[in-house]
Structure formats: C-alpha cells, structure tokens
C-alpha cells in the first residue's frame, strides 16, 4: 500500500490571463484549466502610457483569483491592443528611413509614403520582373550609403522590392547589408505578403517599421509589470484577423496587431455565445464595431485594411466602425440639433468620481439661466506627458493652462481656435476633455450606475438649458426628456450600423452619398420604430443572431434587437468580452507559393528562398505543396502553436490557347497551419 505522503501531487490547473485595452477601461479576464471565466477586472484605460493601464488591470484580476492560486499556474497571458491603430489613426510614427527597390515615380506616389509621418525614402535600382527573374542588378553602394546618412536618426528601416514576392532575393539582399552597418530593425516588404501591388507592399512595410519602436516600449513595460508580479508565461500579442502570435514575433511584425481589439471582441463573442454564425456588436467607450462571423469564422477584409487613410495590405477582420459608445461627446450642433460623437470625452460622472472639486462649477453653471459656452466641458493634463517643444504658439497656451485637476473650458479660452488647439492637445495624448455622454444620460435615467451621478445630473440641467436659449421651439425639453433623446439617437445610430453592416454582407449593397434610394424611407422607419404604413404592414427580421458586447449593451440593445426582430444575445461577461477574446483565440499562419508557367512546359514555383522550375506541372504543383505545408507550419510553431495541424488548398487559373487543352497559367498553394497557443515557462 502506498503512503499518501510519498505520492505525487497533481499538477496544478492552469490559469490564462486575456487583457484588452479599450477607449475607457483595460480590461482583465483569468480563465482555468476548462476554460471557464474565474475572474474579471477593469483598471481605467491610461492613453498617454497604456503600460499603466495593463500594470492596473493585471493586478487587479490578480487580487481576484481564487485563494491558493498559485503564480506558477499562470500558464499564458495575452494581450489585444490599440497601441498600433491608435498611431496609425493619429498618424503618430517613429522615424524611419524606407529602401525602394526598382521603383518609378508614379510607383512612390501611388505608395502614400510622401504623406507626413512617410519618413525618408531611398529609390535605387534593381528589382525583379513577373517571372522572378532579376530586371536589373542591385545598387548595394546606394544602400551602404542609405544607412550611413539616414542611420543615426531613424528607429527602422523598411525595404520594399519590385515584384519581390515572385523572388525576394534583392530584399534579403538588402537587409542583410542594412543588419551588417546598423543594428536598427529592418521590415521587408515579401515577408508581411504575397500579393502584388509593390506600392501596397511598400506602405505596409513603411507601417510596420515605424510601429516597432511602440510595441517594443509596450511590451518591455508589459515584461517588467509580469516580472514584478513573478510570473513568468509567455506573452501572446492578438492579430488583426483575431488570432494569435508570440509577442516576439509581434515585435518583428507590429502591423499586424492593428485593428486587435475589434478582431479580440469578434473571437470572445463567439467563445462566449457558443455560436458560430452571427453579427457581433461590439459597443464600447469610444466606437460602436460590427462585424460578421460565418462557419466559425470571422470575415476578413480580403484586399487588406484601411486604418487612418492609409490602405494596407493588413489581414484584418471585415469591421464596419461607428464614432459612438458609451463615451461620446454629447452636444448641440450648427444647426442646434442633438448630436452624439464621433469624438469621445470622459462622462461627467466619471470625472466627478475621481475629482469631486468639479460638482461645485457644476452646480454653479446648472444654477444659471444663461450657462457660458462649453459649459459642460472640462480639460486636465495627462500625468507624465511632455510635448518636448513641438507644439504652435496657441496649443503652447493652452498646454500652459491645463493642470493635473480639471479646469473648465470656458477658463481656457472662448475662441473656437482656442477650443480646437485644446483638442488638437487631446489627440495627441497630452491632455484629457471631460464633457456630457450618453453614459452620464444613463445615469440620469436610473440604468447605469457606478460613477457620480449628480454629475450627470447637473450636466444634463445645463445642456438643456442652453437648448432652451438658443432653440426657437415652443416646447422645452426637461433634463430628463433630453437624456431620452440621447438614449433614442444611440439606439438609431446602432439599428442603421447593424443594417448597412448586414446589407454590404449580403447581398452586397452599400448606401450611395448617404442614401438608401428607393430602400430608404422604409428602413428609416424601422430604425426609428415608426410604422411605415397605414395600410400595408412592414416588418424586418434580422435573420442572424446578433449578440452584442460591451459595458452599456445592455441599456440598448434590448430595444435595437426589437426594432430589427432580432434574436438577442448578450453573453455572461460581455462586459469584458474582448479580453476573453484577447486569450480564447487560436494560432494560425498561412503560406502561399505560386506556380506560373512563364514560358511553355516550363513551371516556374515562387519560393522565399528563390525560384524553382519544372517541366511538368504535377511536379511544380507536388513541391509547391510541400513548400507551403513546410512555411506555414514553421511559422505557426514560431508563432506560439502547439501540435498545429495544416490544411492545403489549390487555386488553379487555366488559360485557353486557340484550339488546345486548357493549360495552366497561374496556381496559389496554400496551407494554413492551425493550433492551441503552447503555454507554460517560456
């Protein structure tokens, strides 16, 4: 009989921590060994360091996990970010010096890289032909000489070749003798994608050069919290398509992690419903996000995302994106009408939460029958920035005015240019606007709770009562009507995202300058929830399921999914969906190889390392495949996948020739390697 004493303990359940930065709240989810939620936590969203932000979330799921918990069963942490869209949206870029190869002008103009933030660039000769073989040779001096002028004051290099994705032999070329002068990291264009358009190629990897320095500053701060804490799992970053990489190769390929949050909250909706084919509304602080998942998988943008303005070839999830949440700045326009975001501010209740010195300006300006402009609108800096010199004259005024406690508006200055300096200060992440939102309306109205709410009181009194001065109605809206109309253009503005979102999906159709054409009149109604007819009754059914996440769904959705007969799912934690996103995904990399046929009979397979050719088509195709499965497993295990499995498919282009067999013209290859992130010590 054995001794209980001497047998040996059963290992402990892992734990994995999911973490997802929104536009207000860092949220924190801790799942066990079965996958199940066990602990969730939010720690305010600090846009001028988000290190702060995760440091706060992560303790604070920490402080929440079940007595015993052990460090040591922390087994993975994972992370989806808005580090990268945000530089990319607010154009906020390091310096970085971009190589290209074999380029013409029209090329480098059509690229998007001479826009501010485009850094310098470098044309040189050589480059490759469609076939892949070399157009012209190599100007390796131009390079050389490249990096020593540009060098010292860049943080990366990019390096973009003609036709490199039919052989990348002059990037590798390049970057070999950038890696030789330098130690700055450098991007090549063929690694990031395989389809043509080198203009695409070259901005993409411009992007994810200038990106490298902030996801490395994130994750060194991401590091040293972990450390702090003694735990010691690896990292994993969330990609643009919703699944997962090593944060070592995030830091290699920063671009790839744009549009992470909306791809986090694609993935946790599904996890968290158990559906597989559904709408997702993600509502959140700053935006609303549509998206739609068929078969288990979420569609993606397949020529690429657009972030900013600048068109990429970033594999990302097909998101529709509205500027309002919970958080948006609620005020009167030109015209004195309602009006919600797309500009967010910090609701009056949350300010008053953290500084209550602010009620009584509030209950000042509340009291007057003629409140000041920007009366509801506060500012305060953000702790630990530093303009570093490079603001105009007014913002520099401004700046000098702000303090670490909020100061009203009207305080600052009441010029309109006064006012856009201000929140020129706020985009860069220098300084914080506080001012009326749908979530201090929800307060008011009894359905949202947590925060102050005579704040929101007293803020709803003041924009009613500048309504009133400025309104020729006859009938005035008391603080309470005014917050239902707030409630009604929220829950508008989500009913017609949900209904463009669904329409472009399926069958395809996009409004045109704003309208619907003949569509219109009856969707409109239904948005609104008016009857369309008298005589003829109208109904809309929304035939997916639609589940919506987020902190302030459920104040609205109830009442969107009426108005579009939709079936309603809002999930256990849908608050913190998107973090449970951020850790539920899997990894997964794809690999294409092409074969073409650039002369008869002869089969000519693309291959990173080089071209290959072929007399016959069945043995190009056979080492294609081979080729594929080989990369696109290599590069799921380097991603962090565990025992990942591939799948292969055949793209075939045949082309007639007059009276002859069909033959081949062109064939992608491509194998998708699958798996669970591996976890444990790294």
């Not at 190869?101 to 660039?121: A, N, P, Q, T, Y």
């Not at 500048?466 to 809206?477: G, L, P, V, Y």
């Not at 075939?652 to 998708?672: F, K, Q």
């Amino acid at each position: 009989m054995t001794d209980r004493a001497t047998q040996p303990r059963a290992p402990a359940p892992e734990i994995w921590i999911g973490f997802d930065t929104g536009g207000t709240f860092t949220d924190a989810v801790a799942l066990d060994g079965v996958r199940r939620v066990i602990a969730t936590a939010k720690s305010l969203t600090t846009h001028w360091d988000l290190s702060i932000g995760l440091a706060g979330a992560i303790r604070a799921v920490l402080a929440k996990l079940p007595e015993g918990t052990r460090r040591e069963q922390i087994a993975l942490v994972s992370v989806s970010t808005t580090l990268a869209t945000n530089a990319v949206v607010e154009n906020r870029f390091s310096p970085i010096c971009t190589v290209l190869i074999g380029f013409d002008d029209k090329m480098v103009e059509r690229s998007g890289l001479k826009r501010e933030g485009g850094g310098h660039i470098v044309r040189l000769g050589g480059g490759h032909d469609a076939t892949g073989m070399e157009a012209e040779p190599l100007e390796e001096v131009a390079i050389e000489r490249a990096v020593r002028e540009h060098g010292p004051e860049v943080e990366a290099f990019a390096v973009a070749s003609m036709f490199s994705v039919r052989n990348p032999a002059h990037e590798r070329r390049a970057r070999d003798l950038i890696r030789a002068l330098c130690d700055k990291p450098v991007t090549c264009s063929y690694e990031l994608s395989s389809q043509l358009d080198a203009p695409k190629r070259a901005l993409t990897a411009a992007m994810n050069a200038r990106l490298t320095p902030q996801i490395a500053h994130l994750l060194a701060a991401l590091r040293e919290v972990l450390q702090q804490e003694h735990i010691a799992a690896p990292v994993m970053m969330v990609k643009g398509d919703g699944t997962l990489m090593r944060a070592e190769v995030a830091l290699e390929y920063p671009v790839e992690t744009v549009l992470s949050g909306p791809a986090a909250s694609v993935v946790g909706a599904g996890f968290l419903s158990g559906l597989s084919d559904f709408a997702v509304s993600d509502m959140g602080g700053t935006t609303t996000d549509v998206a739609i998942v068929a078969d288990g998988r979420p569609v993606v943008k397949a020529e690429g995302a657009v972030i900013g303005g600048w068109r990429t070839m970033v594999q990302a999830i097909d998101v529709r994106t509205c500027g309002l949440g919970g958080d948006s700045e609620v005020y009167f326009d030109r015209e004195r009408r309602l009006a919600v975001g797309p500009r967010k501010a910090m609701p009056l209740s949350l300010l008053a939460a953290h500084h209550p010195g602010v009620l009584d300006d509030l209950r000042v300006l509340a009291a007057s029958d003629y409140p000041p402009p920007h009366a509801t609108q506060f500012a305060l800096r953000n702790p630990g920035r530093d303009p570093g010199g490079h603001l105009d004259r007014l913002e520099q005024r401004v700046w000098e005015a702000l303090t670490l406690t909020p100061r009203r508006v009207g305080e600052l200055g009441r010029s309109g240019q006064t006012v856009e300096a201000l929140r020129r200060l706020v985009d860069r992440g220098l300084a914080t606007l506080a001012a009326f939102t749908p979530s201090d309306a929800m307060h008011v109205l009894g359905r949202q709770e947590g925060w102050n709410r005579e704040a929101a009181e007293l803020g709803a009194t003041i924009l009613a009562t500048e309504e009133r001065n400025a309104s020729a109605r006859s009938r005035r809206d008391t603080p309470e009507e005014l917050c239902l109309r707030t409630y009604e253009h929220v829950v508008r503005e989500s009913a017609r995202i949900l209904i463009e979102t669904g329409l472009a999906h399926d069958p395809g159709v996009e409004r045109r300058q704003g309208r619907w054409g003949p569509l219109g009149a009856l969707l409109e109604d239904v948005i609104a929830g008016r009857t369309f007819s008298k005589l003829i009754e109208t109904r809309m059914r929304f035939a997916t399921p639609l589940v919506a996440i987020g902190a302030p769904v459920g104040a609205y959705y109830p009442e969107i999914a009426r108005r579009l007969d939709a079936q309603l799912v809002i999930p256990e934690h849908a608050a913190v969906c998107n973090a449970v996103g951020a850790v539920a995904g899997v990894v997964s990399e794809v690999c294409d190889i092409l074969v073409n046929q650039p002369s008869f009979q002869l089969f000519r397979v693309h291959d990173p390392a080089g071209t290959r050719d072929y007399p016959e088509e069945a043995a190009a195709l056979a080492d294609a495949r081979r080729v594929s499965r080989e990369l696109a497993l290599a590069a799921a295990e380097r991603a962090g996948a565990r025992d990942p499995h591939v799948e292969t498919t055949v793209l075939e282009r045949r082309a007639n020739a007059g009276a002859a067999d069909e033959y081949l013209a062109e064939a992608t290859v491509r194998s998708r390697a699958t798996g669970r992130p591996a976890t444990g010590s790294p």
